[in-house]
């Protein structure tokens, strides 16, 4: 197995198969959680696959490797959005300023996550682009199930009103 | 993992998350560096044989990063005296079509030398240090140059631009603004 490779023997190649069939998808969902920069979603993949090699001898089937890796992710973004500051899933709803409201015509579905509060971001897309339940979300973030719905209630009203402003009656 | 909460989204809406890209290529340069960390933490073996080996190797490929470089300090003396169209039309001697290969190969060659000439850089030998340096201002006047020669190309392409502002900021400036020492190569 590809894994057992880099883990036991240190294979440059085995890790570069297993890079090359992972990578897209990390980078991909690393890029949306952190709202579009490619700078943060190379240093986050980067800073995965580093935490990944460290610890690539507990796993045994692809699957769960995915699953794992993505986990890895996750936890990189968030641990971003702390350092810099930015707003983060503990923010009261009403705390939450709307992103700019100007351009709405030019804003598709992935500018508009882009802008969305990084709190609101993570929860739509593990719910409405990765297919998590609110279970999932919640042991994943550490909050409520309760908290977790009532973000991507949120999150979504926000999307709305960037996507369809005059659509949405407040 | 099934989403419980489907019933607040529209149709539409479901159908617009469901066409998000699931994939994005970060491109080859980031599959080098990562390589290249985990390398450098021990995470990955050396891919280039034991050390006894990796010494001439060493010694080769500096010299070809030396040989790669004075090429194109010659070719890019040549090249500075035509426009980027007649240079590339008497460089292929054909189409615009091998031009853009060309430039292609050259890419992945100047890409395939640099990554070789890096991992040298992990030997940590003092006695190659100038020659390592030599590679490495090599590499940076060639890049300068190549974006040089990409903004002509593409006057209003804003990437293009922003990278030859970055790059020819720290290329010109002297010892005492971020680190970056004066250059000795004269390009294009």
Redesign the interface.
């Given at each position: 197995m590809l894994a057992d490779r880099?883990w036991r023997?240190?294979?440059?190649?085995a890790?570069?198969v297993l890079?090359?069939r992972h990578?897209?998808?990390l980078?991909?969902f690393a890029?949306?959680l952190v709202g579009g920069n490619?700078f943060d979603?190379?240093d986050v993949?980067?800073q995965a696959?580093?935490h990944a090699?460290?610890g690539l001898g507990a796993f045994r089937w692809e699957s769960a490797f995915s699953t794992w890796l993505h986990g890895i992710v996750l936890n990189l973004c968030r641990a971003l959005f702390r350092r810099a500051d930015r707003r983060w899933i503990e923010l009261k709803e009403d705390s939450v300023a709307l992103a700019p409201r100007q351009n709405h015509d030019q804003l598709d579905?992935?500018a508009a996550l882009a802008t969305l509060p990084p709190g609101y971001r993570t929860v739509v897309i593990l719910?409405?682009?990765?297919?998590?339940?609110?279970?999932?979300i919640a042991a994943r973030l550490e909050i409520s199930a309760n908290t977790s719905?009532s973000q991507?209630?949120r999150g979504?009203q926000v999307l709305r009103s960037l996507l369809r402003p005059e659509a949405v009656s407040r | 993992?099934?989403?419980?909460?489907r019933s607040?989204?529209s149709e539409l809406?479901?159908a617009?998350?469901a066409a998000?890209?699931?994939?994005?290529?970060?491109g080859p340069a980031?599959?080098e560096?990562?390589?290249r960390?985990?390398?450098k933490?021990?995470?990955?073996?050396?891919?280039n044989g034991p050390r006894w080996i990796r010494r001439p190797l060493l010694a080769i490929g500096v010299a070809a990063s030396v040989a790669v470089f004075a090429l194109g300090v010659a070719v890019g003396q040549w090249l500075g005296t035509r426009t980027v169209t007649e240079s590339m039309a008497v460089a292929q001697e054909r189409t615009a079509m091998q031009a853009a290969a060309a430039v292609q190969r050259a890419g992945s060659a100047y890409v395939t030398a640099l990554a070789a000439l890096t991992a040298f850089t992990e030997l940590g030998d003092s006695a190659d240090a100038s020659s390592l340096a030599q590679g490495r201002e090599a590499a940076l006047a060639a890049l300068t140059a190549a974006v040089r020669e990409l903004v002509v190309l593409a006057p209003d392409d804003p990437l293009a631009l922003s990278i030859q502002e970055l790059i020819e900021r720290r290329w010109v400036s002297g010892p005492e603004t971020d680190g970056i020492e004066v250059r000795n190569v004269v390009w294009f």
């Amino acid at each position: 197995m590809l894994a057992d490779r880099v883990w036991r023997e240190r294979d440059e190649e085995a890790f570069r198969v297993l890079y090359r069939r992972h990578t897209p998808a990390l980078y991909q969902f690393a890029l949306r959680l952190v709202g579009g920069n490619t700078f943060d979603a190379e240093d986050v993949v980067q800073q995965a696959w580093i935490h990944a090699a460290e610890g690539l001898g507990a796993f045994r089937w692809e699957s769960a490797f995915s699953t794992w890796l993505h986990g890895i992710v996750l936890n990189l973004c968030r641990a971003l959005f702390r350092r810099a500051d930015r707003r983060w899933i503990e923010l009261k709803e009403d705390s939450v300023a709307l992103a700019p409201r100007q351009n709405h015509d030019q804003l598709d579905l992935e500018a508009a996550l882009a802008t969305l509060p990084p709190g609101y971001r993570t929860v739509v897309i593990l719910h409405d682009v990765e297919g998590f339940t609110h279970e999932q979300i919640a042991a994943r973030l550490e909050i409520s199930a309760n908290t977790s719905k009532s973000q991507l209630s949120r999150g979504r009203q926000v999307l709305r009103s960037l996507l369809r402003p005059e659509a949405v009656s407040r | 993992m099934h989403n419980d909460d489907r019933s607040e989204s529209s149709e539409l809406e479901r159908a617009a998350f469901a066409a998000l890209p699931r994939e994005r290529d970060p491109g080859p340069a980031l599959e080098e560096r990562i390589v290249r960390a985990l390398s450098k933490r021990g995470l990955l073996a050396p891919g280039n044989g034991p050390r006894w080996i990796r010494r001439p190797l060493l010694a080769i490929g500096v010299a070809a990063s030396v040989a790669v470089f004075a090429l194109g300090v010659a070719v890019g003396q040549w090249l500075g005296t035509r426009t980027v169209t007649e240079s590339m039309a008497v460089a292929q001697e054909r189409t615009a079509m091998q031009a853009a290969a060309a430039v292609q190969r050259a890419g992945s060659a100047y890409v395939t030398a640099l990554a070789a000439l890096t991992a040298f850089t992990e030997l940590g030998d003092s006695a190659d240090a100038s020659s390592l340096a030599q590679g490495r201002e090599a590499a940076l006047a060639a890049l300068t140059a190549a974006v040089r020669e990409l903004v002509v190309l593409a006057p209003d392409d804003p990437l293009a631009l922003s990278i030859q502002e970055l790059i020819e900021r720290r290329w010109v400036s002297g010892p005492e603004t971020d680190g970056i020492e004066v250059r000795n190569v004269v390009w294009f």
